[in-house]
Structures are given as C-alpha cells and as structure tokens.
C-alpha cells in the first residue's frame, strides 16, 4: 500500500514538472498571435518611428523585451472603429512577458534603429518566437 501511494505521487509530482514547460510555450504563442492580430490594427502611416530591437544577445534578452513593451505605449489605432480591441491588445502586450535575469545588457533602447509600427511588430513576433 505505501509504494502505491509512493508511486503515486511521484506519477503526479512528474506529471506536473512536464506540464509546466507547455504552458510557456503557449503563453508565447498566444503572445505572437496577439502582436499579428494588432498589425491589422495599428496605424503605420504618418506614425512615429519606434526603436525596433533585433537579433538581441541572450544577455540583452529582457532589454528587447522591455523595449518593445515601451514602443506599444506609442502605438496608435488605425481608425476609431478598431480602438476598443486595440487598447485591450496593447494592454495585453504590456503585461510582464519575462522575468529580469539579472544580467546588464550595454545596449539600450535609443541605440536601436527606427522602424515603422508594422515593422516594430514584426520584429517583436519574431523576438517573440525565439524565446
């Protein structure tokens, strides 16, 4: 009966470890079909070039990230009539996506260069979809 019990909860304990690393992986998805649904969304003409991070090193990951997040506040909606479902898919890509590493990183948004907001998106979900 012990090893029963023993068997299984370490069945469970096993089961849980291998659900956990899923789960980001969808979070990631879910997170890149976000950035593509808000191409559609988003003006890119006559709109403000946004410092667009790309191939960041790893050490630089969390900074790209950070980077991009800022860049969203700068977004603006193409029309009037897609601006509820933008402002709840920015506020969806504001939400903290990675945990801090610890690690500097020399570079810092400014030293990116300039894209348009489509590209700045595509950019992202290509970031997006490293991690």
């Known amino acids: 009966m012990e090893r029963m019990i023993i068997f299984c909860m370490l069945f469970f304990c096993s089961s849980m470890v ?3 690393a899923p789960q980001k992986a969808v979070k990631y998805k879910q997170l890149v079909k976000t950035i593509e649904q808000l191409e559609t969304a988003v003006k ?6 946004l410092h667009t991070p790309e191939n960041p090193v790893d ?3 969390f900074t790209a990230v950070t980077c991009f997040q800022r860049g969203t506040w700068k977004l603006q909606p193409k029309n009037s009539q897609v601006n509820s479902t933008f402002i709840k898919t920015v506020s969806i890509l504001r939400r903290t996506i990675l ?3 610890g690690t ?3 570079s810092s948004c400014e030293s990116y260069e300039k894209k348009k907001p489509k590209d700045f998106l595509k950019s992202f979900a290509k970031l997006m979809k490293k991690v």
Do not use: V
Not at 44 to 49: I, P, Q, R, T, V
């Open 18 to 20: 291998l659900t956990a």
């Open 104 to 106: 500097q990183c020399e």
């Open 99 to 101: 945990r801090d590493s």
């Open 59 to 61: 050490g630089c990951l």
């Open 44 to 49: 890119d003409e006559d709109a403000e070039l």
